[in-house]
Structures are given as structure tokens and as C-alpha cells.
């Protein structure tokens, strides 16, 4: 069965701090690996990863994609308090268009 | 591009009665749409895939005849929750992917659904 597992499960952290969020995967005929941030409606996406030890990065956030170990970080730096949300991890098969999600990481920043 | 609307954004209703949720690709025509249920805390939970023209592809453990999906048009799936009941109440969310743009999933903004 396949299984996506993010980690922690909630993170408080103060404005200003890195975080680093992790998703460890057990999926069979891996096509890519996505990343969502959650606010109060429907996940907005951040990035897409097919590819071991390529980065990708997008402002103040980047992510990277391990595929020998099964898993991929996002990494927010000098956050503030509109990066406050829960940030999902889905995963994708080869030749199927549907994604499993992990659990969520529900980031708190404080001013 | 690639905007996904729903509507109702927010239904409540009467145990037992039926609430039909539509979801529509604004500016792109969507072969793929996906539904979604999303419990408060939770993370988002696959219940069908629907292609349009075809039979929806519900997820283990969904009820076919409680969650009926038409997708009659490439811009527009519906989810009609069938004599709801409170165990029923969630945010439902739908997405809609093409060719055109990889097969990445556009989401709506999410429908909730309280029955009282």
C-alpha cells in the first residue's frame, strides 16, 4: 500500500527562524513527488520533483528530492507570519494521474 | 490560466437530503478531474477520478452510489452527495488536470459541507 509520511505533524517556530519540513515515501513505479501549501481553502503548489539531488527554489523556499532514500525536504528560510499554513506532500505513479498525500505539516509562525 | 472554480464555497443542510457540488476548469478543458474529502486535521483524501465521458473510478472505500460523479463536459464534474448525514460533513475539494499543462492538478477552492 502506499504510504506518504510527512514529519512533524505541527511546527511553532518564531519570524525570522528556518524551518525544514520532511516527506519519506513508499510508493511503487515513483513518477514525482509535489509539495502544497494550505491556507484556508485549497492547496496552491510550490514545487514538483522528479529528479534526485536537483534542487529547486523559489524565494525564500526550496525543496530536494532524495530518491535512494525516499525522501524530500522543503526548507523555508527567514520565515514570517504569511507562511503560516499547512504544507502537504503528494506523490505520484508513473502512467497514473492521481496523487497521494501525506499528512500535512501545520506550520505556526509567531511575530 | 489554469483556474478551477466550485460552487457552492459553503452548503449546509438537513440530514438526509442530496447537495450536489459542481466543479469547473474556467479557462482550460479538463480530460481529468479528481474529488477530494478533506476531515478537519486531516489531509486530503482521494474518492474518485472521473474522466469525462466515462464511469467515475472511485477510491476503496468510497460508496459509488452515496458520492455520484458526472463529469458531462471537459469544464465540468459534479459530486452529489446522496441523502447526506452528519458523518458526511467535510470540505470537499476537486482538481482538474490536462495534457496540455503535464497532467498537473489545478484545485478548486474547496466546497464545505456541514448537515445538521
Known amino acids: 500500500e502506499d504510504k506518504v509520511v510527512q514529519s512533524p505533524l505541527s511546527l511553532v517556530v518564531h519570524e525570522g527562524d528556518t524551518v525544514t519540513l520532511n516527506c519519506s515515501y513508499e510508493?511503487?513505479?515513483?513518477?514525482?513527488l509535489l509539495w502544497y501549501k494550505q491556507e484556508k481553502k485549497a492547496p496552491t503548489f510550490l514545487f514538483m520533483l522528479?529528479?534526485?539531488?536537483i534542487e529547486k527554489k523559489s524565494g525564500r523556499l526550496s525543496s530536494i528530492l532524495d530518491k535512494k532514500e525516499l525522501f524530500s525536504i522543503l526548507n523555508i528560510t527567514a520565515t514570517r507570519t504569511g507562511d503560516s499554513a499547512i504544507y502537504l506532500c503528494a506523490v505520484r505513479h508513473q502512467g497514473a494521474q492521481k496523487l497521494v498525500f501525506g499528512q500535512g505539516t501545520r506550520l505556526t509562525i509567531n511575530p | 490560466g489554469a483556474v478551477v472554480s466550485q460552487h457552492p464555497s459553503w452548503v449546509i443542510c438537513k440530514s438526509g437530503t442530496s447537495v450536489k457540488i459542481e466543479c469547473r476548469s474556467l479557462?482550460?478543458?479538463?480530460?481529468?478531474m479528481f474529488w477530494y474529502r478533506q476531515f478537519p486535521k486531516q489531509s486530503l483524501m482521494l474518492m474518485a477520478t472521473s474522466n469525462e465521458g466515462s464511469k467515475a473510478t472511485y477510491e476503496q472505500g468510497v460508496e459509488k452510489d452515496k458520492f455520484l460523479i458526472n463529469h458531462a463536459s471537459l469544464t465540468l464534474s459534479t459530486l452529489t452527495v446522496t441523502s447526506a448525514h452528519p458523518e458526511d460533513s467535510s470540505f470537499y475539494i476537486c482538481s482538474a488536470t490536462t495534457v496540455r499543462f503535464s497532467n498537473e492538478q489545478f484545485f478548486g477552492p474547496g466546497t464545505r459541507l456541514t448537515v445538521l
Open positions: 522528479t529528479s534526485s539531488g
Open positions: 479557462d482550460f478543458q479538463a480530460t481529468t
Open positions: 510508493v511503487t513505479n515513483f513518477r514525482s
